[in-house]
């Protein structure tokens, strides 16, 4: 069952990507969208919002302290100072994104699909604002 707002982001992305073949002064429309998208993230404090839960979310399902282990046995079994740092990232980016919860996956793409539709609406508010002028 789609949800009205599965829809929406449906609808939102085809539009993203039929527009991102069109170009003004050598700017996709789909990395200014993603600048637009970015840039409000930021400026709403969104962003920050959505860093801090996911620290604590990280935390409570002991993901953190999972990869925090596995980072502790792999410079047990190839000793301190064979390990590179950069193995070491490499590794845990890997083992990181591999074992984020799906659940969590799935409420932090809610969360920005939500979002979204907020900011397409405010946006649909402006140009409703246009047409009264």
Do not use: C
């Amino acid at each position: 069952m789609r949800s009205k707002q599965g829809t929406t982001i449906q609808k939102s992305e085809k539009s993203i990507k039929s527009q991102s073949e069109y170009s003004d002064n050598n700017v996709s429309y789909t990395s200014t969208r993603k600048e637009m998208l970015s840039e409000r993230l930021v400026n709403s404090g969104e962003q920050a919002r959505l860093e801090e839960y996911l620290k604590q979310k990280f935390i409570d399902v002991g993901w953190k302290d999972d990869l925090k282990n596995h980072a502790k046995q792999f410079i047990r079994e190839n000793g301190l100072k064979i390990v590179h740092k950069e193995d070491l990232y490499k590794l845990l980016s890997v083992k990181g994104k591999e074992t984020v919860p799906m659940k969590l996956r799935e409420d932090i793409v809610r969360r920005l699909e939500r979002f979204i539709i907020e900011l397409e609406q405010e946006e649909e508010g402006e140009y409703d604002d246009e047409d009264d002028v």
